[in-house]
């Protein structure tokens, strides 16, 4: 080949992320992209909104089609082409055409891992069923947008408490069916502490979800082939649709098969500007291993940000530029119905058994003053380390404007500030928008020393 | 007296927040606090809102009655009690009891002047006129609501384009009158820039508010006693009832009379814990000068934040306790209709003149992503200073769920972040909340370094 080349496997955000920065980085390099699926560089977050018929069309969660990608940026897209196997030793890919069959190899000079991660389908007695699915690519969204446009179950059940289980619990309320929710921990969201989780509980069950935290699916019935019922360690739930939101784990096969080394949950070990140990090959995005800036760990999440920046980063490195992505604080916001939901940094629960000291602050407070009428209530809690003081994570839950208020924790970790500094933060104030006392400054005047 | 006295001049945020806290630190203090007008410790931040019928019953702005604080907390107050003057060598005020006009004096131990800001009545032809308004105390607001109720005037003109007028132009609208605002400066918000202040004026607009920026009023007609126009520069306006918004100014004239030091505006000069340099004396709240921390200036600005947290300093310290106020970024958020507005640290005109050499970044972008129904453009500004890249200031003119993101950037200020490290951020990201790369973080990219 004349043009030294880039092989991108994987196209979402970090990878289409890359290549775009890539392409900035240098006119001359040729930049392949090898989707397995039928659409590269889409939106996966808005899928439950798509899903539930808050937005009308598909192509609206399309960033850019491989189209575009080849005439405005000169970046080969092929999509149906999945790569099966990477030879480091030759610096080529194997690469599979899913629409023939047919297995070809092709060379590259410089090679970015961006496959992302895949939901974790657990091997229950009947999880093969029709009507049971998995939430991820734009095909899933599809495939369900019609079948509620279509099919109109009237009983769904989800399995699993996480962000995407308690997400898409807004997503079939506002198909006006029933919705139940089933999950294996005793508290929903596991990212939350048990006592934020059972605050999204409360507002769910307001929301009329029924909930059966503390159960664990153990199986699913059918009849001819087809779901009709979600089987939990306490009863047996009918079930027209049933969603299985049980996690996502990196999807680093390739990688290993390659040799490359693999940290926490199995994702790509990186160093911090996106190189593998393994010469011209980097990896970037949910497929990666990177560091809770809060407390210095190795850690693994799953988040468009984090890809979107990890593919930054990576872009300008392979193109010769220098970046650095140090790590993040897995800052998370979502929301189900009425009840917004956010963290950052690190929990209580995160920090069991590290040997870190911590203390924890919390106010119960209200997004506005008591007497505007869009007043809700809402929760901050902080972490922080006993002697020091260094605010160590945050989580809120709260009505509408509540979670937002993550991003000053964000920043506040970043900064390296005490519960003290929080304390004393000039935080906005009016009416509609807060309380005098902003419910994050009230959290930290009762963790810190002097305020 | 038997007991040792303090003496608060003025029962707003300030002075009630200070002798909260000064009960809190000492339980055999006695506290006295006069206030010349009907009501204490009120939100006068929800005067608009109450205006506009968003708020039912004048009540509800009411945080602690006179009664209360008596009963509850053993703290004596005095309403129509007007402190005429303050004798610093004898320790002791001078006091009129406004409703027999009979005058008297206490001694005093502590002294805490809280006697806040008042708003300038332009000395034009005609203000005296009937159906000219103020809007400061509850009183103000309470008679107000009645001639919306009763009179229904059905065209009203605010004159003055800085927060207060902006915030009352949706009060007015409400009730779906004519609602025309006169400004004597060509943009809106002195508070921002006048490129934010423009975009301000354009929501206005599109709400159906008459705009006359750059026109000053120079004077009003009357018929019979009572407000007929506004007359400007440019135009007459025919008005039945007059909003004056022309804004602010501290009210220190006891405190000038005693001989106290006086710094910006007028405003009274105290140390970092509230001090003045009379023994004994003490004051807070929209009285005194406090410090803008992004420059390290002398400032004065009218915000129940900085009121509420200096009267926490100076009941604390008054008591025995030791509390710093090192000054404020100014922080500020309103929205007006459709369009919320925040600001923290300076503007790029502040910076006019100060041989401070800034830069500016500014994201046009959204409050959500694009396909998400409820997004609304939102613009943020920044501005950092050249070579070290510091953060100055910010600003944010938006739809829903913009303006909060104002804390974002207060926290920076407060960390003393550049805007490398403010393009970084881990900032929260979900369809309904944010684009991927929220404003801010576009903001900063536009002007840090390595990023």
Redesign the interface.
């Given at each position: 080949m004349s043009r030294e080349r880039l092989i991108v496997i994987g196209g979402d955000?970090a990878g289409m992320t890359a290549a775009s920065q890539a392409r900035r980085g240098r006119e001359d390099l040729e930049i392949l992209a090898f989707e397995k699926g039928n659409h590269v560089s889409y939106?996966a977050?808005?899928i439950p909104?798509y899903v539930g018929g808050?937005?009308d069309a598909l192509p609206?969660?399309v960033i850019r089609t491989p189209e575009q990608f080849g005439a405005k940026q000169d970046i080969e897209v092929r999509i149906r082409q999945e790569v099966i196997a990477i030879r480091p030793d030759e610096a080529r890919v194997v690469v599979r055409n899913l629409e023939t069959g047919q297995e070809y190899e092709e060379p590259y000079d410089h090679l970015l891992i961006t496959t992302g991660a895949r939901p974790v389908r657990p091997d229950l007695p009947g999880v093969e069923a029709k009507g049971i699915y998995t939430v991820s690519t734009l095909d899933d969204a599809q495939a369900l947008r019609q079948l509620m446009e279509t099919e109109r179950p009237t009983r769904v059940v989800i399995v699993g408490g996480g962000y995407i289980g308690v997400e898409l619990t807004e997503t079939f309320h506002r198909w006006d069916v029933d919705v139940s929710l089933v999950a294996r921990a005793p508290s929903l969201m596991r990212s939350l502490d048990p006592d934020m989780g059972d605050k999204v509980a409360e507002a769910l069950n307001e929301m009329g979800i029924h909930l059966y935290p503390g159960e664990a699916a153990t199986g699913f019935e059918e009849d001819q082939g087809r779901v009709t019922a979600v089987v939990t360690s306490e009863r047996t739930l009918p079930a027209d649709l049933v969603i299985v939101a049980t996690g996502v784990t990196p999807n680093s096969d390739l990688a290993r098969e390659a040799g490359l080394p693999l940290g926490v949950k199995g994702a790509i070990k990186v160093d911090d500007h996106m190189r593998t140990p393994a010469a011209g090959i980097w990896a970037a995005g949910d497929c990666v291993e990177t560091v809770q800036?809060a407390t210095g760990q190795p850690y693994w999440t799953s988040?468009?940000?984090i890809a979107?920046?990890q593919g930054r980063v990576a872009g300008t490195n392979l193109t010769g530029g220098?970046?650095a992505y140090p790590g993040?604080?897995?800052?998370?916001?979502?929301?189900a119905g009425p009840v917004e939901i956010?963290h950052?940094g690190v929990s209580e629960t995160d920090l069991q058994g590290t040997g870190i000291e911590f203390a924890v602050g919390k106010a119960e407070a209200q997004t506005a003053?008591r007497?505007?009428?869009t007043v809700q209530p809402m929760t901050v809690k902080l972490i922080a380390e006993v002697g020091s003081g260094r605010l160590l994570g945050g989580q809120i839950v709260g009505g509408a404007?509540a979670?937002?208020?993550?991003?000053?924790l964000?920043?506040?970790?970043?900064?390296g500030?005490t519960v003290d500094?929080v304390a004393?933060?000039?935080?906005?104030?009016?009416?509609?928008?807060?309380m005098?006392?902003?419910p994050i400054l009230l959290a930290a005047r009762g963790l810190c020393r002097?305020?």
């Open positions: 955000a939106a977050c808005g909104y808050l937005i609206k969660l800036l988040l468009a940000t979107s920046k220098d970046m993040t604080f897995g800052t998370t916001i979502t929301k956010s950052t003053t007497y505007y009428p404007g979670a937002m208020r993550i991003n000053v964000a920043t506040a970790l970043q900064a500030m500094d004393t933060l000039d935080l906005a104030y009016a009416p509609p928008f807060s005098v006392w902003d002097n305020c």
